[in-house]
């Protein structure tokens, strides 16, 4: 899967602790993993730390100054509460911030000639000059002489060094920076590798068969697709969310603040989700979901995951499937981890997803993830 590897992202999947920093316009979120080959993946730390404590339900400017130094005094506070003594971790660009483009490759082209050829590709279709680019692809994919194209993503060079200048901020050192959907596309992946997770019997007494699976991120402004198999990735996409923001209409209707309604949610406490206004946050997300899916051409019959914060709106999955046919699952990207006592992951259902992101971050560039 392409991201924005530096060099030192080996060094960074040899280290005892791994850090993921999701942060987002009303908040970051922070996942340290650990993992020993004998006990598999532990969750050493989980936490979540709203920015700018805010008296309306107005949201910020993700790419304003202010947010960035809101986000780096939450991010160093989070780390001096933790005691977390890792110096590197890897950080995200929103999706809305990320270009991707699928390349040709033709046959006999290798070695310097290829990366000519496929340089050549991205400076006649990316939105802006390729000298004002950061571009990373799956090196993988070129290796293989089998292999028709691959996928090319790209970002401005200004956004990716403001996120570097993001963890400075707060003493860290970022190693890489992944695309957010990418990155919980990578928690999904080690999830659905257990095969009672991701398949399903075809018939009575017959084996197992895959079911093609897609990510639905669903974020404050929008609702992000992603199919699981690199194959499929032309078909992802994005939809914005009509009107306010979800968050906002249950803050609005319950004369409260949108830090309120999302500590509620994640404390497990539905009453603002089963309001007349919570229902029908719910019966819009589905249908946002379901036209999105349309728009995507997504084969029927696979199944829907649901990853980030409005995951765990209750009632919600079981809207996704009668909305569009498609079996529905929220994601729990600590599925079969060790979770340590000190971690402070709630255990409310579906409280998790919202940290698919910064999960799939601390995976980064570890084998099989």
Avoid: K, N
């Avoid at 949201?59 to 890792?86: M, Q, Y």
């Avoid at 306010?244 to 209707?253: G, V």
């Amino acid at each position: 899967m392409p991201s924005f590897i530096s060099a030192r992202v080996r060094a960074y999947a040899a280290s005892r602790l791994r850090l993921g920093i999701d942060v987002g316009a009303s908040g970051l979120r922070l996942v340290a993993l650990a993992h020993d080959r004998r006990q598999g993946w532990t969750v050493v730390h989980c936490a979540h730390a709203a920015l700018s404590a805010r008296p309306s339900t107005a949201l910020p400017d993700e790419d304003s100054d202010a947010h960035a130094a809101d986000a780096a005094g939450a991010l160093r506070r989070v780390l001096a509460a933790l005691g977390c003594g890792a110096r590197q971790a890897v950080l995200a660009l929103p999706w809305a911030r990320i270009q991707l483009l699928r390349l040709e490759r033709p046959a006999g082209l290798a070695g310097g000639a290829l990366a000519a050829h496929l340089l050549a590709q991205a400076r006649a279709r990316l939105d802006y000059p390729l000298d004002l680019a950061c571009t990373d692809f799956d090196e993988r994919v070129v290796s293989r002489p089998e292999a028709a194209d691959l996928w090319l993503v790209a970002a401005r060079r200004a956004l990716l060094m403001d996120r570097i200048a993001l963890a400075a901020a707060a003493g860290l050192d970022a190693v890489a920076v992944d695309g957010d959907v990418f990155a919980a596309c990578r928690a999904a992946e080690r999830v659905c590798r257990d095969p009672q997770l991701w398949t399903a019997a075809a018939a009575s007494g017959s084996a197992p068969v895959p079911v093609p699976s897609v990510l639905v991120d669903l974020g404050w402004r929008e609702i992000r697709l992603l199919p699981l198999a690199e194959a499929e990735w032309g078909r992802s996409g994005s939809q914005a969310l009509p009107g306010p923001a979800w968050l906002e209409r249950l803050a609005q209707a319950g004369h409260c603040t949108t830090d309120e309604v999302a500590q509620r949610i994640e404390a497990g406490d539905w009453r603002s989700a089963e309001s007349v206004a919570g229902q029908q946050v719910v019966h819009d997300l589905a249908a946002a979901i379901a036209a999105l899916l349309a728009a995507s051409a997504v084969p029927s019959g696979g199944a829907v995951w649901l990853s980030g914060a409005a995951a765990a709106l209750p009632l919600l999955p079981s809207a996704v499937e009668a909305a569009t046919g498609c079996r529905c699952r929220v994601l729990d990207p600590f599925a079969g981890m060790t979770v340590a006592a000190q971690a402070g992951l709630s255990r409310v259902p579906g409280a998790s997803a919202a940290y698919a992101v910064a999960c799939g971050l601390a995976l980064h560039g570890t084998r099989g993830a």
